[in-house]
C-alpha cells in the first residue's frame, strides 16, 4: 500500500477544509477509484460535507456520508446500515464517515489520528489501494503523524510526504 503524507503549511491548515476539498478533487481526477475519507470530528464532517457541494461555484463533489455503524447518531443522513455494504453497492464516488465499509479497496484520505490499518482490522476485506495523511503544523498533529508514519514503516508500506 502506498502511503502519502501531506504536511501542511499554516495558511493550508488555516483553509482546512479548502485542502481536502482540493486533494479529494485531485484523487477524483488521477484516478477512477471512490475515495473514503475518514472522520471522528462531527463538526468537521459536517462542515465538510456542506463544502464539497459548494467546493467551486460551477461545480460541486459528488459524496454520500455514511451511517454511523455504533448509532452514535453522528453522521447519519440515510437509514441504511453502511457497515454491510460492499463498495460496489454505493453510488458516489466519495464517501465520508469514521468507519471504512466492508470490501473498500479505493483511496483513503484519513483524518484522524489513528493508522489506517486500525479501521481496516475493523472490517472485513478492506484493502485501500493508497493513503492519504494530513498533518497540520502544530505539535500534537506532528507527532500523531510521526507514530503514524512508524506504525506505516514497520508495516513495509511504501511512504512518501510532501510539504504543501
Known amino acids: 500500500m502506498k502511503i502519502s503524507f501531506y504536511v501542511l503549511s499554516e495558511s493550508k491548515a488555516q483553509d482546512f477544509l479548502g485542502f481536502i476539498c482540493q486533494l479529494t478533487q485531485t484523487a477524483l481526477n488521477k484516478s477512477a477509484q471512490s475515495l473514503l475519507i475518514l472522520i471522528e470530528d462531527e463538526t468537521l464532517l459536517s462542515n465538510l460535507d456542506t463544502a464539497l457541494w459548494a467546493q467551486e461555484p460551477t461545480s460541486f463533489i459528488p459524496h454520500r456520508c455514511l451511517s454511523d455503524t455504533d448509532n452514535k447518531g453522528t453522521n447519519d443522513k440515510s437509514t441504511d446500515d453502511d457497515s454491510n455494504i460492499a463498495t460496489s453497492e454505493v453510488s458516489?464516488?466519495?464517501?465520508?464517515?469514521?468507519?471504512?465499509?466492508?470490501?473498500?479497496?479505493?483511496?483513503?484520505?484519513?483524518?484522524?489520528?489513528?493508522?489506517?490499518?486500525?479501521?481496516?482490522?475493523?472490517?472485513?476485506?478492506?484493502?485501500?489501494?493508497?493513503?492519504?495523511?494530513?498533518?497540520?503544523?502544530?505539535?500534537?498533529?506532528?507527532?500523531?503523524?510521526?507514530?503514524?508514519?512508524?506504525?506505516?514503516?514497520?508495516?513495509?508500506?511504501?511512504?512518501?510526504?510532501?510539504?504543501v
Request: aromatic residues 8%; hydrophobic residues 35%; glycine residues 6%.
Open 92 to 163: 458516489a464516488p466519495v464517501l465520508l464517515g469514521n468507519h471504512m465499509p466492508a470490501d473498500f479497496n479505493g483511496i483513503v484520505l484519513n483524518t484522524t489520528i489513528r493508522p489506517v490499518n486500525d479501521f481496516m482490522a475493523a472490517t472485513n476485506n478492506s484493502k485501500p489501494s493508497r493513503v492519504l495523511e494530513l498533518i497540520r503544523p502544530d505539535a500534537t498533529s506532528t507527532q500523531e503523524g510521526r507514530n503514524k508514519y512508524k506504525a506505516y514503516q514497520q508495516l513495509g508500506y511504501d511512504l512518501t510526504h510532501f510539504k
